[in-house]
């Protein structure tokens, strides 16, 4: 069974960067999409971006398009999602997530009950 583990977060100012990382254990996640979400106090789980098996397509929220940057490297067994120009909204706890159930597929998925295996997350602060 895989396992993810997220690191990376922390406090940053707004305007600044962050690159979260997401490593996978237990067997390997190449065959699979992978996705971040997020989730900010008293609010969803949302979709943040989503990358395909072999990174050749990426899907992103309208709210990060264009900041946000998520890539993979199967080798490593890792996922990262490289944050740039943050805002106050982006402050939430990031999860990354694993889609198990389905390989080699030419989509990234963007549906929370589309994945099956989730990290712990890790928080995200942005300070105004």
């Known amino acids: 069974q895989v396992q993810l583990v997220e690191s990376g977060g922390g406090l940053v100012q707004a305007g600044g960067s962050l690159r979260l990382s997401c490593a996978a254990s237990?067997?390997?996640?190449?065959?699979?999409?992978m996705g971040w979400f997020r989730q900010a106090p008293g609010k969803e789980r949302e979709f943040v971006a989503a990358?395909?098996?072999?990174?050749?397509?990426?899907e992103y929220a309208d709210s990060v398009k264009g900041r946000f940057t998520i890539s993979r490297d199967n080798a490593k067994n890792t996922v990262y999602l490289q944050m740039n120009s943050l805002k106050p909204e982006d402050t939430a706890v990031y999860y990354c997530?694993?889609?198990?159930?389905?390989?080699?597929?030419?989509?990234?998925?963007?549906?929370?009950?589309?994945?099956?295996?989730w990290g712990q997350g890790t928080q995200v602060t942005v300070s105004s």
């Open positions: 237990g067997r390997t996640f190449s065959n699979n999409a």
């Open positions: 997530a694993l889609d198990g159930r389905t390989m080699f597929a030419g989509w990234a998925p963007t549906r929370l009950h589309d994945y099956n295996t």
């Open positions: 990358i395909t098996w072999n990174g050749g397509s990426t």
